[in-house]
């Protein structure tokens, strides 16, 4: 971990750091580094030692978002990863770790059945961020006609007072609109979401460039004022 702290340092990107840092105000320790330099990096590292470096305790954002790529770039059988998240997911505390690190678990489309069961438990969770990990692996990876209605009733039944998870439902409910339309728009007619997170999914979808003005103008009738 030392070694690859040094090098995260000689990586830093001041500008960035000052930028991210905005994007993340809530997390005091980032270094600077881009998400792409970050990528190749954990590619690296999950050829050459995964698993020596999973057991380190990360001190910095990019140490974490390094341990997540890690997990999903590397080789090794599904329960031996999903044991590593179990460590890994507690530790998640800002949105850009926990959304960076879940589109990289394409593994899931490999396992999705055991994969669904595994995002379970964090769908009880009351902790913003795990929380926010299983709404973004569901958004991320389930959007499917197998998946849809569990998917939609799951979203409207969350109820969690993290800026966040309301955020992350949002946008997962603009993103299953774009592919399953009337099912979501009945959703939105008939719903338990909060005022917040329901107008927030109608304005996601309203700046989507994959919906059509007259949608559009509808949506903006249906906000709750």
Known sequence: MQDI??????????????????????VEDIIGV???ILRR???????EN???????TPKYYEERMLQGFVIGYMKAEL???LDYLDRFVPMIDNWAVC?????????????????????????????EFELRFAIIMIMDYYLTREYIDQVLAIYDSIQNEGYYVKMGVA?????????????????????????????????????????????KQRLKEMKRR
């Open 41 to 47: 990096l954990a590619k690296q590292i999950a050829k």
């Open 171 to 215: 946008w997962a409910l603009s993103m299953a609109y774009v592919k399953f339309p009337e099912k979501t728009m009945r959703l939105l007619q008939n719903n338990h979401l909060d005022d917040f997170t329901y107008n927030k999914a109608l304005q996601k979808m309203i700046e989507s460039y994959q919906i059509d003005k007259e949608t």
């Open 34 to 36: 881009r998400i792409p």
């Open 99 to 127: 959304d960076c690190c879940v589109s990289t678990y394409k593994f899931t489309n490999k396992y999705p059945k055991e994969m669904w069961k595994y995002i379970q438990k964090y769908l009880s969770s009351h902790r």
């Open 50 to 56: 995964p698993k020596e470096f999973l057991e380190k």
């Open 79 to 81: 329960k031996e990863k």
């Open 5 to 26: 702290r040094e090098k995260l340092f000689e990586l830093q990107d001041k500008k960035y750091q000052e930028f991210h840092s905005k994007l993340c105000p809530n």
